[in-house]
């Protein structure tokens, strides 16, 4: 089955204490990028990455750190988590631009992250 | 550059009549549109999509759009709701046409909330 796959899908930690969520999706898609999502503020995004070993900041990179050493995996790492990183994350995954069906991007379950 | 206004933040509608949740879009290419659904405590599904073709576009769920260019609008509609339609939805934008990164990303509008009464 054809997904995007994230873990945690819940986590609790406290400030300073680094942190991993990870993504992982099974289409062999090019592009992959990581949103936040806060009330009344829709989707925003955080980073993405145009294939392996290229990535590049979204709107509110601030905080968060990324990796694409494999097409699959795109982690998304907290150094130093705030209680501002308090949030709902969805990782999302697409096909390169020059595909036919490029338009459609996939998205994960969601990560529900607190930050005491 | 691309942005997008969902201009109600919170629509109430009773079970069996229309659904209008009204988006803006700006964008300085050719945008591709699409509306997405999340319902509570949900992930993010595609409801349709808007590429260049047909203007009026069907999506699941009885749902379409209308996309109209003079307007800069892409407007979600379905003519009978129902209450399990009652979720959150977001219009979104991303400009085709232009050139490197910026041509892959999506810009999200702030979401409407839709609830059904019965």
């Known amino acids: 089955e054809a997904q995007v796959t994230q873990n945690p899908r819940y986590l609790i930690t406290v400030t300073g204490k680094k942190l991993t969520v990870t993504c992982s999706q099974n289409?062999?898609?090019?592009?992959m990028s990581w949103y936040r999502q806060d009330p009344g503020l829709g989707l925003r995004q955080i980073y993405y990455s145009m294939n392996v070993e290229v990535t590049d900041k979204g709107d509110v990179p601030e905080g968060y750190k990324v990796s694409r050493k494999e097409k699959r995996n795109f982690p998304l790492i907290l150094e130093s988590p705030s209680p501002n990183q308090t949030s709902l994350y969805f990782c999302a995954s697409r096909p390169d631009r020059t595909s036919g069906t490029s338009e459609t991007q996939y998205f994960g379950p969601g990560t529900r992250l607190l930050v005491l | 550059a691309q942005s997008v206004t969902q201009l109600d933040s919170h629509v109430s509608v009773s079970e069996g009549t229309p659904v209008l949740l009204r988006c803006n879009y700006s964008?300085?290419?050719?945008?591709?549109l699409f509306w997405y659904v999340q319902h509570p405590n949900k992930g993010l599904q595609l409801l349709l999509k808007?590429?260049?073709?047909?203007?009026l576009v069907k999506g699941i769920n009885g749902f379409e759009a209308e996309f109209k260019k003079s307007e800069t609008s892409f407007h979600l509609t379905k003519p009978s709701a129902h209450m399990s339609d009652a979720a959150e939805y977001f219009c979104?934008?991303?400009?085709?046409?232009?050139?490197?990164?910026?041509?892959?990303?999506?810009?999200f509008g702030k979401g409407t909330k839709l609830s059904v009464i019965p």
């Open positions: 289409m062999n898609h090019e592009y």
């Open positions: 964008s300085s290419y050719s945008p591709s």
């Open positions: 979104v934008v991303r400009a085709v046409g232009g050139s490197g990164a910026g041509s892959y990303q999506l810009t």
């Open positions: 808007y590429t260049s073709a047909a203007t």
